[in-house]
């Protein structure tokens, strides 16, 4: 059975059911580096219009998204949208990430001027890639807060 087969819009899962049915360490990994560097908590919700409906969890910093992730059964991946600033940053990160991401990163056409990358986190190495990617976006943000 699949996540959004096992919780349905009516049938909001608990943090511990949604650490069960990701049963990977690297879920714990992610969640302890978001919470020591952004002192970003996620956030439950339902969504029924995004390239994976169902239960996802926001995790924000001042009141922006740095990203979202989307729980599996066994697994999860996490989508972190860089904005068109944050390119040219990106593109020098990404060369130094593992393959998959840079595939990733290369394969993913921009939608509406930013890069849109779901990464299926599966590996130590993928996560690390994730956490660069994260703070290229969080970076874009202090960015604009400092600007006018």
């Not at 879920?27 to 956030?43: C, E, I, K, L, R």
């Not at 056409?109 to 993928?126: A, H, K």
């Not at 990617?133 to 400092?146: D, E, F, H, V």
Request: net charge positive.
């Amino acid at each position: 059975m699949n996540w959004s087969q096992m919780y349905a819009k009516d049938h909001e899962p608990t943090p511990a059911q949604v650490r069960e049915a990701i049963g990977s360490p690297l879920w714990a990994a992610f969640n302890d580096a978001m919470a020591a560097t952004y002192s970003a908590a996620p956030v439950l919700s339902y969504s029924g219009c995004t390239m994976q409906p169902g239960w996802n969890l926001k995790y924000k910093k001042g009141g922006r998204n740095l990203c979202t992730a989307y729980p599996e059964a066994g697994s999860f991946s996490v989508m972190v949208v860089i904005p068109a600033g944050q390119m040219a940053e990106a593109d020098l990160l990404v060369a130094s990430c593992s393959a998959y991401t840079q595939k990733l990163y290369q394969d993913t056409e921009p939608f509406q001027g930013s890069q849109w990358l779901m990464l299926r986190v599966d590996t130590p190495e993928i996560l690390a890639d994730l956490l660069k990617l994260i703070a290229c976006r969080a970076r874009a943000g202090k960015k604009r807060a400092g600007a006018g």
